[in-house]
């Protein structure tokens, strides 16, 4: 079986086979095109570059906006790109890049966000992602999320992380952190983070979940569904 190449070529709608698109000599999401051998996204927003000059710009600039769709080119964004409570964001914010083999972001920052819902496709991090209390849902679908340092995925506290049809490694330590702080004792499983038909390797440690206070219980769903593990020291 071939593993996720972290563009959403190996079953990353979740559907059944025959929903697949035929690209090559492989396939796209459901949710993808084929065009020339290659699985690409479709997108229809505010073009980076073109409407705005930076990612950064975009979002700054459509501050309480219901909703906010960034579409990206073929390039490299040379951003460390953050989006946080201070000042407020748009509600729900998309970002969809052509494919993560051709459009790349330096690292992304999520904190304490207001979202309704945050959606990140078709683009790789080469330098790590950090979701801190984000209170509501945050997709990652089709991306790439690499790093040399100590993680390329860092999720902190937060209520609903999704990785679908991703590719995630770390040279250093983890691929995926995962901790789930200030989860409430009266209401248990109240944060999750999901990994589905996804490709995690070159780690020292593939997933760890950390936290919990001394004497407690740690109850909080982490689900790996259909995942391929390689090349990692241990989990």
Do not use: W
């Amino acid at each position: 079986i071939t593993p996720p190449k972290g563009d959403g070529g190996f079953l990353g709608d979740g559907s059944v086979p025959t929903s697949r698109l035929s690209c090559g000599s492989s396939y796209c999401r459901g949710d993808q095109t084929c065009n020339a051998g290659s699985c690409q996204f479709a997108c229809s927003g505010q073009n980076v570059p073109g409407d705005y000059a930076t990612i950064q710009a975009a979002i700054n600039a459509n501050v309480g906006v219901n909703d906010l769709t960034i579409c990206l080119k073929a390039q490299n964004y040379p951003e460390s790109v953050s989006a946080t409570s201070s000042p407020a964001t748009p509600k729900n914010l998309t970002i969809i890049g052509v494919s993560s083999s051709v459009t790349t972001i330096n690292s992304f920052t999520l904190e304490y966000t207001p979202f309704t819902q945050v959606s990140i496709r078709g683009v790789a991090f080469t330098n790590g992602v950090v979701v801190e209390y984000a209170s509501k849902p945050v997709q990652f679908v089709g991306t790439k999320i690499s790093t040399a340092s100590s993680y390329a995925l860092a999720d902190y506290g937060s209520a609903d992380v999704l990785l679908d049809g991703c590719d995630v490694a770390a040279t250093s330590e983890y691929a995926v952190s995962f901790y789930p702080e200030g989860v409430s004792t009266s209401v248990p499983n109240t944060q999750k983070l999901t990994i589905q038909n996804s490709y995690i390797h070159g780690s020292t440690f593939r997933v760890a979940v950390n936290g919990g206070t001394s004497g407690s219980t740690l109850s909080v769903p982490v689900m790996l569904v259909n995942d391929t593990f390689n090349n990692d020291a241990t989990s």
